[in-house]
């Protein structure tokens, strides 16, 4: 298991909503019990409509600006803000802003791709 990583030396890679992410800690370092990851999502990028069927989700909104929507349920998120999200929780983001919105998200468990569930194509 890692111990010291550095996030400039953390390769990262762009999903399919276009956001780059670099994971921190999580199952790639050999930590199942929660994850930690910058997720950069450029300009005019907007993900997809999903939830996670065991994960807790907890966004910090580092830089930027945008919308999120939790359930039926929209809110602008700037510097600061903080998101929590629950598992079964549907949601949905938006970088509407001129700048990256670049949050750090926390995980618990940590994130899998098989407990995503994908709510929208």
Known sequence: MET????PDI????GADGACVQELSGNTTGLPSHSLAVITHPPGTTT???HHSTADEVYFVHSGQGRIRLEDEAHD?????VVIIR???????WNDGPDDLVLIVSGAPAYRVDEVVWDED
């Open 11 to 14: 390769q990262g890679f762009v």
């Open 87 to 93: 598992p079964g929780q549907p949601h949905k983001l």
């Open 77 to 81: 998120i700037k510097p600061g803000d």
């Open 4 to 7: 010291f990583r550095s996030l």
């Open 48 to 50: 997809r409509d999903h």
